[in-house]
């Protein structure tokens, strides 16, 4: 509607996941560089974490345009709320394979058939999982269990898991603790900052053809606050703000018309408050004070960062954990086999301890024998 008035050739803010515009900000090429590493290094498990709207699904989509071979079988998930058999056959579906509903079994062999087939073929195989924070524990151990074929110099298969920070916490669970340890390569994404939240509305603008100082330093800063630099939130604000210049008749976009998204929106796909409420109850719009804000975005910043610590922590204690439990596991093991050889060498002992009674007793029965016979 407003394309032609702004002079764009594109939508800037269409918030369909694009690879042509993604921004690459400081946090998106760090995220980009571990996918990369993860797929090139052969790693059995990458995980991709973020909140909703960070641009999980567009970095998906670059790395699998950018490091993924097109002999690649990649098979893309993205309905998870879904059994563990039925993950099994959605799989099948998407290496087009026959399918084998209510025979898990049968399932099993067919996807370990087509992954020892590729490998003899020399072809890869990838799964991207989206939205992976909906699996259950029991389709996550499913997923674990196919892993476990391998060849001697490289994984049969690799697992891309994409989801929300409540992913990386189901996988602190006790009961998951085998698949935590097969991670190889982890990243969380977070939300953009306020320099980066000006060079990504710039960014876009440009890329469409429009001018890059289309909204005024004042637009952006309140897109700032009340996205907290997500960018699905940022387009939802900018797209609607477009429309409300253009209403206006106006080539800048101004405070005011984010200022109006934001009331007219009530939180619903932006950050949940309106920014004056998120700052300080009873503030006007146009007395919200940005250096609260940046306050609050940086006590948010830290307390993540803590959490992430936190999660750090509780993941190394799990893999001790678990590291102790694969010790007392061969422990028990080699108690076992100790018992085992001593039962057997008990055994033949008492075998050997029977054959010389026998071989003594022998003559002493027979003298029994005959002296009863001569009586």
């Known amino acids: 509607m407003y394309n032609e008035f702004f002079g764009f050739t594109n939508t800037p803010f269409d918030i369909v996941p694009n690879p042509d515009f993604l921004f690459l900000s400081q946090r998106h090429k760090t ?3 571990h996918l990369e590493y993860g797929l090139t290094s052969g790693a059995s498990f990458i995980l991709l974490t973020g909140e909703i709207g960070t641009g999980k699904t567009t970095l998906v ?7 993924v071979p097109s002999e690649t079988e990649v098979a893309l998930v993205f309905q ?3 059994s563990a058999e ?3 056959n959605m799989l099948l579906t998407e290496f087009e394979l026959p399918t084998h509903p209510g025979d898990k079994p049968a399932a099993l062999d067919q996807i370990n058939q087509f992954l020892v087939q ?15 924070q909906n699996l259950s524990p029991e389709a996550l151990e499913e997923l674990r269990m196919l892993s476990n074929l391998q060849s001697d110099d490289r994984m049969l298969l690799q697992v891309l898991l994409v989801g929300q920070p409540q992913l990386k916490r189901k996988l602190l669970d006790p009961g998951l603790a085998q698949f935590a340890q097969r991670i190889g390569v982890n990243y969380h994404l977070t939300g953009l900052s306020d320099e980066e939240t000006v060079e990504y509305i710039s960014y876009r603008l440009t890329k469409s053809g429009g001018q890059p100082d289309l909204f005024s330093p004042e637009a952006t800063a309140l897109v700032q606050q009340a996205s907290l630099g997500v960018p699905r939130s940022i387009n939802l604000i900018c797209g609607s703000a477009l429309l409300y210049a253009f209403a206006d008749q106006q080539h800048t976009v101004s405070r005011e018309h984010v200022a109006q998204v934001v009331e007219d929106k009530s939180g619903l796909g932006v950050a949940g408050q309106q920014p004056w409420e998120r700052l300080t109850p009873g503030l006007e ?3 919200a004070q940005p250096q609260l804000a940046q306050a609050a975005f940086a006590q948010a910043t830290e307390t993540n960062q803590r959490l992430g610590a936190m999660e750090g922590d509780l993941r190394t204690l799990l893999n001790s954990f678990g590291s102790y439990q694969d010790e007392l596991t061969r422990r028990i093991e080699s108690i076992q086999e100790h018992e085992r050889k001593t039962s057997q060498e008990l055994a033949a002992r008492c075998a050997r301890l029977e054959n ?5 007793a022998a003559p002493l ?3 029994a024998k005959k002296a009863k016979e001569d009586q």
């Open 285 to 287: 719009p146009a007395a």
């Open 365 to 367: 029965v027979e003298q």
């Open 61 to 67: 989509r670059e790395v699998l345009r950018r490091c």
């Open 356 to 360: 010389v009674v026998r071989r003594v």
């Open 86 to 88: 039925q993950l099994l």
């Open 118 to 132: 590729k490998y003899s073929q020399n072809r890869k195989v990838l799964i991207v999982v989206d939205e992976a």
């Open 80 to 82: 998870t709320n879904v």
């Open 31 to 33: 995220a980009l560089d």
